[in-house]
């Protein structure tokens, strides 16, 4: 009789260490999808073109991670902070970080004509702003403009002149050229067809990689990512990348007064800053107070 209470024991431990073994196991990874890719560069980039101009003015609010530098420190600066976000396309863009117990302790924002970024922490206080028509891109900003309207699904692809499309299993991947070099590479998933990274690159070194996911439907036909990380390669190998994603948790359709427009994608004053810097085809000036 004992001899039997003890093999149930027995059976019973076994039996557990079963179920925790099984528990434990490593799951089965669900398999990558991969569909019929775009048999052209010019149908990618007609898919790419009628996502952004299905591209619906949008409001939405999240949370923001950012690590950045200062200069002559190799150590980054990382913070963590509520943000609010207004788009219109094509344009339009105002993001607000509630940094430093200040609710518009970052600002980016940028409309037809200019573009800004404003960042009030004390150990880097400053101000950049530039012109559109004055820039061949946007020195070491941070954060953006163009590459977060980009990232939104608001595109500028340009003619189909100078791009080439090619397969890498669940991606189609355009990649623009520019003289000798490669410029621009969008990885798009050839079963929904929307984007998941895009490489910025310089004489052929990736220079700034987007990645975008868990896309969420804002309007018919147009989607946008809940996801999006922004990270700026260094040159130092011995220094952390410049970097910002964002985490939106809600990403709604918006329709915008004149008087909202015009309050929210307006350059403010350069007010209360250490630093005040325009861009000019890349080269960062200071100007006077």
């Given at each position: 009789?004992?001899?039997?209470?003890?093999?149930?024991?027995?059976?019973?431990?076994?039996?557990?260490?079963?179920?925790?073994?099984?528990?434990?196991?490593?799951?089965?990874?669900?398999?990558?999808?991969?569909?019929?890719?775009?048999?052209?560069?010019?149908?990618?980039?007609?898919?790419?073109?009628?996502?952004?101009?299905?591209?619906?003015?949008?409001?939405?609010?999240?949370?923001?991670?950012?690590?950045?530098?200062?200069?002559?420190?190799?150590?980054?600066?990382?913070?963590?902070?509520?943000?609010?976000?207004?788009?219109?396309?094509?344009?339009?863009?105002?993001?607000?970080?509630?940094?430093?117990?200040?609710?518009?302790?970052?600002?980016?924002?940028?409309?037809?004509?200019?573009?800004?970024?404003?960042?009030?922490?004390?150990?880097?206080?400053?101000?950049?702003?530039?012109?559109?028509?004055?820039?061949?891109?946007?020195?070491?900003?941070?954060?953006n403009p163009k590459l977060l309207l980009e990232?939104?699904?608001?595109?500028?692809?340009?003619?189909?002149?100078?791009?080439?499309?090619?397969?890498?299993?669940?991606?189609?991947?355009?990649?623009?050229?520019?003289?000798?070099?490669?410029?621009?590479?969008?990885?798009?998933?050839?079963?929904?067809?929307?984007?998941?990274?895009?490489?910025?690159?310089?004489?052929?070194?990736?220079?700034?990689?987007?990645?975008?996911?868990?896309?969420?439907?804002?309007?018919?036909?147009?989607?946008?990512?809940?996801?999006?990380?922004?990270?700026?390669?260094?040159?130092?190998?011995?220094?952390?990348?410049?970097?910002?994603?964002?985490?939106?948790?809600?990403?709604?359709?918006?329709?915008?007064?004149?008087?909202?427009?015009?309050?929210?994608?307006?350059?403010?004053?350069?007010?209360?800053?250490?630093?005040?810097?325009?861009?000019?085809?890349?080269?960062?000036?200071?100007?006077?107070?």
């Amino acid at each position: 009789m004992h001899r039997q209470r003890y093999n149930h024991r027995m059976l019973f431990h076994f039996a557990a260490a079963l179920l925790i073994l099984a528990g434990c196991a490593p799951q089965k990874r669900e398999a990558i999808r991969v569909c019929p890719g775009k048999g052209s560069a010019a149908e990618a980039l007609s898919v790419l073109r009628s996502h952004s101009e299905n591209a619906t003015p949008l409001k939405a609010n999240g949370q923001c991670r950012l690590q950045y530098h200062v200069e002559d420190d190799n150590k980054p600066k990382k913070e963590s902070f509520p943000v609010k976000l207004w788009v219109n396309p094509q344009t339009d863009i105002y993001l607000q970080g509630d940094i430093a117990f200040d609710a518009k302790g970052i600002v980016l924002g940028s409309n037809e004509n200019e573009f800004w970024l404003l960042m009030k922490p004390k150990e880097i206080s400053s101000y950049w702003w530039g012109k559109w028509s004055q820039k061949s891109s946007f020195g070491k900003l941070t954060i953006n403009p163009k590459l977060l309207l980009e990232a939104l699904g608001i595109a500028t692809v340009g003619s189909e002149e100078n791009w080439s499309l090619s397969n890498e299993g669940p991606f189609d991947v355009l990649t623009k050229q520019k003289g000798q070099n490669e410029s621009r590479k969008i990885y798009i998933s050839n079963c929904d067809y929307l984007v998941r990274k895009i490489e910025y690159l310089d004489k052929g070194r990736v220079i700034v990689v987007t990645e975008l996911d868990k896309y969420k439907e804002v309007s018919k036909d147009f989607f946008a990512p809940s996801v999006i990380k922004i990270v700026n390669q260094t040159d130092d190998g011995d220094k952390d990348s410049d970097s910002i994603t964002l985490n939106l948790k809600s990403i709604k359709p918006v329709n915008f007064t004149e008087r909202q427009r015009k309050i929210l994608f307006a350059r403010p004053q350069p007010r209360g800053f250490e630093h005040i810097y325009k861009i000019v085809d890349g080269n960062m000036i200071e100007q006077p107070q």
